[in-house]
């Protein structure tokens, strides 16, 4: 089973960034989708930014022009980076790993999570 380590959460202000690092340990990592999802207190789990095996990407409604996501085969490590953040953007994000492409994306791995807290 393929574990995920998130990594770089934190505490930043409004309109800040924020780049989030999800290592994978698996030895076939680029065959993969990869996608982040986050998780507000008392709202249902989103699907915030998904990356495929050829690189194509896409991303929810809220974050984009905002958010981006990006992979490194080499490092088995897929990263979000987050610019411009707001307070609606505070939630514990969660690193996955499947199968799929950018707009069909089915997770079969989550990493523990890593909190965001966007807040002046």
């Known amino acids: 089973q393929v574990q995920l380590v998130e990594s770089g959460g934190g505490l930043v202000q409004p309109g800040g960034s924020l780049r989030l690092s999800c290592l994978a340990s698996?030895?076939?990592?680029?065959?993969?989708?990869l996608a982040w999802y986050h998780q507000a207190p008392g709202k249902q789990r989103e699907l915030v930014a998904v990356v495929s095996a050829r690189d194509h990407t896409n991303y929810a409604h809220s974050v984009k022009g905002r958010f981006a996501i990006s992979r490194d085969n080499t490092k088995n490590t897929v990263y979000l980076q987050m610019n411009n953040l707001k307070p609606e953007d505070t939630a514990v994000y969660y690193c996955?790993?499947?199968?799929?492409?950018?707009?069909?994306?089915?997770?079969?791995?989550w990493g523990q999570g890593t909190q965001v807290t966007v807040s002046a």
């Open positions: 996955t790993l499947g199968d799929g492409d950018d707009r069909d994306y089915n997770p079969h791995s």
């Open positions: 698996t030895n076939i990592f680029e065959i993969y989708a």
